[in-house]
């Protein structure tokens, strides 16, 4: 019995005594299923040192891989969705926004800041896919256009991190305007010759991909990233046929012209600081 039982004092820990891991401590990665470190995954710019794949990531993961010292000013901070439509499916749009609020502690699903990136100062705007899927509403829009005004009455580079779902159904047509609305202030951009770059992140879809995230000075994305318009099933369903092996891939649309090049995250920031001093001389 002595192979079964422990008998040495001091060993044997009563369940009421057990500590838990506190969560977020350890996270698993999605492509090799291996379990990764909160401490490794900063290390490695919440990239899995196994298979390099690139974990999902919202705004505060970018700020803190990009700007210098994770310094920088939040701008915009205060703009909420408002409920233009009344709608209403199983629950109504403003229980929705509650529930996100409080899980994500996030205004909306974007964020934007101005800080510097090796020195040289740049204004990002950062999608959270973990608000309502990132989606594109209202307050996305305009925060992008404010966002794009400052880098203008500055002089500031523009940096978009696009990483959405699409168009946000609970404000239709609202959310469909801000396509236009962000391209015109990208038109605006362009004629002041200030630079635009345009990240796409996983997953990059919809709306999003049909107007500002396709429309940089470059175009870069981060490996394996899903980058597209409607979704693979869609398609497939639409024309009948089987797709392509890594369809809808980053590396597959680069191959096809509409990527500048794809950047590792560890690389992302020795490599913008490269293009923004290349720009501005």
């Known amino acids: 019995m002595a192979w079964f039982k422990r008998n040495t004092k001091g060993i044997s820990t009563s369940t009421e005594d057990k500590k838990?891991?506190?969560?977020?401590?350890?996270?698993k990665c999605p492509n090799c299923k291996k379990a990764l470190h909160y401490s490794?995954?900063?290390?490695?710019k919440y990239v899995c040192q196994y298979c390099n794949y690139h974990l999902r990531v919202g705004s505060k993961e970018y700020f803190e891989v990009l700007f210098d010292n994770n310094s920088f000013v939040e701008l915009f901070g205060n703009l909420t969705s408002g409920d233009p439509l009344n709608f209403t499916d199983s629950k109504s749009y403003p229980e929705?926004?509650?529930?996100?609020?409080k899980k994500t502690g996030l205004k909306d699903a974007l964020r934007a800041a101005h800080g510097q990136i090796d020195g040289q100062d740049l204004?990002?705007?950062c999608m959270d896919f973990s608000f309502i899927?990132?989606?594109m509403g209202s307050v996305v829009g305009e925060k992008i256009a404010r966002s794009i005004d400052y880098s203008i009455k500055h002089k500031i580079p523009f940096l978009m991190i696009s990483k959405s779902g699409g168009a946000r159904m609970m404000e239709a047509a609202f959310s469909l305007m801000q396509m236009a609305k962000t391209s015109a202030k990208l038109a605006l951009l362009s004629q002041a010759k200030i630079p635009y770059i345009s990240l796409l992140t996983d997953p990059t879809t919809g709306g999003v991909t049909a107007s500002y995230?396709?429309?940089g000075d470059i175009n870069i994305a981060e490996p394996?990233?899903?980058?597209?318009?409607a979704g693979p099933r869609v398609i497939k369903e639409t024309i009948k046929k089987d797709l392509p092996k890594g369809f809808q891939t980053s590396e597959f649309v680069l191959e096809h012209g509409f990527l500048d090049?794809?950047?590792?995250r560890r690389e992302m920031k020795n490599k913008l600081a490269s293009f923004i001093r290349m720009m501005n001389n």
């Open 123 to 125: 204004v990002i705007a």
């Open 20 to 27: 838990e891991a506190p969560d977020g401590v350890w996270n």
């Open 96 to 101: 929705r926004l509650a529930e996100s609020y």
């Open 224 to 229: 394996g990233a899903l980058i597209g318009f």
């Open 40 to 44: 490794e995954q900063v290390e490695n």
């Open 261 to 264: 090049f794809i950047v590792d």
């Open 133 to 135: 899927g990132g989606s």
């Open 213 to 215: 995230a396709m429309l």
